[in-house]
Every structure is written in structure tokens, then in C-alpha cells.
């Protein structure tokens, strides 16, 4: 393997801004063709329920159903796939998931209400969503751990009935997703996939019970069929590809950053990873590690794409220097590997989630720190927040007005509604009025 060189910016240049323009560009728009089959898929599995989800999961996954309760897995069978798995990766799933639940369980916002003088009441009535559907990547590409990051938040929040969907191509069935789904308090399983499970999920078929928001990650026909289904239920987000920035005083093993770089990489060729650092010499000491340990990883080939086509190696001119083109770029993953992380957390304004620290690798966020992996991409940190209990609660506003309290605003709200030429908002408010 010829050796790589990582794009170099540096923010002293003129045109750094185009620069990180060009290195940020990301286009996630579906293009025609996937959209027009997206559609068709969508209209089919509305119009024919279970019938055209099983024709779809037969030739799109390689199985031979007949009906749906064919593709439903019981509770027993996810029972036995915790039950079935070795010692210490059961122990490692029940302390990852222990540790998620624990987190989230902090997440939950109460009902409140106060009263005023005159006697009114205002408030907030907070409650849970009735049904969510989880979907599930499934086959090779098959993550327990966003079972539990996608349920755990759910079930905390008190939804009444959680339904994953997870393809099995070719009947493959990953037993960890499986046991995740148990531990996880999962309601019911549907080994489907693809834009069919999105719809039934969205539209509800005479097996598939429609739900009121879908999480989780999937392919481009998926997120595709998210974005066309929003509106019918929610959707969490519409994920681009994994990103890693790494704040770094140049003091930190350059081993410890390259293998930290390499952990978004290998997850696809459009992942992207960044260092920023003031210290030029480091970044030659990454750019060093980099060639010496991409040779040793299984997905070399993935990392060595992802690399080259979209990493970089940003020097600036200090810590502070630093702060303002991460923030900038509003990562989904923000490692601050530096001497006193908290000193920098005041300005740090966009990332989806922060690793404080030489020893906190974004690693350990994947699967059993605690906060949620789902995390906004592509910038959107800017304006979003990762996925957590009150993604899974809605807030209804509480209002009832004393008869004095009536009377008083109804003379406010007169005036507003006649200025708005709302002639019944008007004379509504001044029926309440106290003679």
C-alpha cells in the first residue's frame, strides 16, 4: 500500500473558508430513480398492506414467506437469543444497556402547572408517544448497539408499544441485535427491511401496527423513505455520514488520534474525519501513525478511501483558533483532547456530543458511556441535538382561566383579534367578559 497523504489546510490561508466549504460539501439528496422507487414502494405497501410488504421482503431479501406472522419473531425467540449468547458478551450488553437507561432516565421532563392570583391555571401536560417503530439494520451490517440507543431513550420515556423492524437477507439473523431487542424492552419484531418496512410502519397494515414516529439508521432507500413518510409520523433525523473532529494540543499519543481518525473512517467511504491542532509537528506525527497502522486494520480499504477522499489535517494558530473552525463545523463527534477540556466547554457552542479528554475515545460513546449515539451530522449540531427521552414525549399546553382571569384577557384579546380584522376570535374572548 502506497503511502497516503491526508488533505492539509491551514487557517492563516486566504482561502481557508472555500477550502472548508469544499471539504464539508455533502450531498445526501436522493436522486430521481431511488425517489421514484421509494414512491412506488410507499403506494404499494399503503394500498396493499402485508401482501405487497411480504412480496417486497421476498424479493428484496432472498426469503420465501407466505404472510406476514411468518416475518414476526416471538418473545421467546429473542429470550433465547440472550439467553444463548457467550458469557461476556451478554455481560457486555447488560452493562452497556444499564449504563444507557441510567443516563436517559435523568432525561425526563415532569408535568408542571402554576396558578396566578386571579385563580388561573397554565401549565404543561407531558406525555409519551403510544407507538414507535425502530428500524434496524440487519444482515452483516448489523449494530446492537443502536438497539439499545433508539429503545432504551423510548422505553424511558414511557411509550407504550416499541416495534423494530430488522431485515434478515437470506434469512441471516444477527442474535445480538436480537438480545439487544430483548434486553431492551423491544414490544414486537418484524424481520423486514428497505422502504417496506418504512411504510408499514408509517401507514400500519393488518399485522404491522402504524406508529407515530420512526428512529433509527438505514440505507438510502430508508432515510429516502423517512424523509417521504414525515408528516404521517415523525422521524428522528435524516443522518449523513459519520464524522469525527478531534481538538488536539499535539500532546496526546499521535497512536492513540490516527486509531481515533480510523474509528469514523471504517464505517463507510464518505465518513468523514478532521484534526485540528496549532502544533505542525504533530500532525506529521499523525500523518506518520496513520501509515503505519492502516496496514494492521481489517477495513483498511474502507479507512484508506474515506481518508483520502474526505479527512483533513488543519493547522491553526491556537487552542481558541481551534474551537472556532470546529465550531464552524458543528461535528457530530467532538473528541477535546487537550491538558483541561473543561476550560475549552464555555466556547464550544456546536457539537453533537463532546469527549472530554485524553482518555475519552469516541469509542466509548458508541457503546456504553451512557448519552445516545444517535447524533445530528452534516452540521446540523448547529440546530439539533441527539436523540434522547423527550424525542419520545410531546408537550400539550394546560390553560383554565378563573372567571376573572377571563374577564381581564378578554379584553386584551378583543383588541388584538379586532386588530387582526377576527371578528369571532374577538367577540369569543368578549362573551367571557364580566359585565
Not at 24 to 39: G, M, P
Not at 294 to 311: C, D, N, Q
Amino acid at each position: 500500500m502506497s503511502e497516503l497523504k491526508v488533505k492539509r489546510l491551514d487557517s492563516g490561508q486566504a482561502d481557508f473558508k472555500e477550502q472548508m466549504d469544499q471539504l464539508l460539501a455533502w450531498e445526501a439528496v436522493s436522486d430521481e430513480k431511488v425517489n421514484n422507487i421509494v414512491n412506488e414502494i410507499l403506494q404499494r405497501v399503503r394500498s396493499k398492506g402485508d401482501a405487497a410488504v411480504v412480496e417486497y421482503t421476498n424479493r428484496f431479501d432472498n426469503t420465501s414467506a407466505q404472510s406476514m406472522p411468518e416475518l414476526e419473531m416471538s418473545q421467546e425467540r429473542l429470550q433465547q437469543a440472550l439467553d444463548n449468547l457467550p458469557d461476556d458478551q451478554r455481560k457486555a450488553l447488560e452493562i452497556a444497556a444499564e449504563r444507557v437507561r441510567s443516563y436517559h432516565e435523568r432525561q425526563k421532563v415532569d408535568s408542571w402547572q402554576y396558578t396566578e392570583a386571579d385563580g388561573t391555571m397554565l401549565g404543561q401536560k407531558v406525555t409519551p408517544m403510544d407507538k414507535v417503530g425502530l428500524y434496524v439494520p440487519g444482515g452483516k451490517a448489523a449494530y446492537p448497539s443502536s438497539v439499545l440507543m433508539n429503545a432504551m431513550p423510548a422505553k424511558v420515556a414511557g411509550v407504550e408499544e416499541i416495534i423494530m423492524v430488522v431485515p434478515t437477507p437470506g434469512g441471516e439473523v444477527n442474535e445480538l441485535v436480537l438480545a439487544a431487542a430483548c434486553l431492551s424492552g423491544v414490544d414486537r419484531v418484524f424481520c423486514i427491511g428497505g422502504a417496506q418496512a418504512v411504510a408499514a410502519l408509517a401507514y400500519g397494515t393488518e399485522t404491522v401496527p402504524q406508529v407515530d414516529k420512526i428512529v433509527g439508521p438505514g440505507n438510502i432507500f430508508v432515510a429516502t423513505a423517512k424523509r417521504a413518510v414525515f408528516g404521517a409520523v415523525g422521524i428522528d433525523m435524516i443522518a449523513g455520514p459519520s464524522e469525527i473532529l478531534v481538538i488536539c494540543d499535539g500532546k496526546t499519543d499521535p497512536d492513540w488520534i490516527a486509531m481515533d481518525l480510523f474509528s469514523q473512517a471504517e464505517h463507510d467511504e464518505d465518513a468523514q474525519s478532521i484534526l485540528v491542532t496549532p502544533d505542525a509537528e504533530f500532525i506529521d506525527a499523525v500523518e506518520a501513525s496513520i501509515n503505519k497502522l492502516l496496514p494492521t486494520m481489517e477495513r483498511k480499504e474502507i479507512i484508506e478511501t474515506s481518508l483520502r477522499l474526505r479527512a483533513a489535517l488543519i493547522k491553526v494558530e491556537d487552542i481558541d483558533d481551534a474551537v472556532r473552525v470546529s465550531n464552524r463545523i458543528a461535528p457530530e463527534h467532538l473528541e477535546v483532547s487537550v491538558e483541561d477540556p473543561e476550560a475549552l466547554l464555555p466556547s464550544i457552542r456546536h457539537a453533537g456530543a463532546i469527549f472530554m479528554g485524553r482518555y475519552t475515545a469516541e469509542a466509548l460513546g458508541d457503546y456504553c458511556a451512557g448519552p445516545n449515539h444517535v447524533l445530528p451530522t452534516s452540521g446540523t449540531a448547529r440546530f439539533s441535538s441527539p436523540l434522547g427521552v423527550y424525542d419520545f414525549q410531546k408537550r400539550s399546553s394546560l390553560i383554565n382561566f378563573s372567571h376573572e382571569g377571563a374577564s381581564e384577557m378578554g379584553k386584551v384579546a378583543s383588541v388584538l383579534a379586532r386588530g387582526e380584522s377576527l371578528t369571532a376570535h374577538a367577540r369569543s374572548a368578549e362573551y367571557r367578559i364580566k359585565d
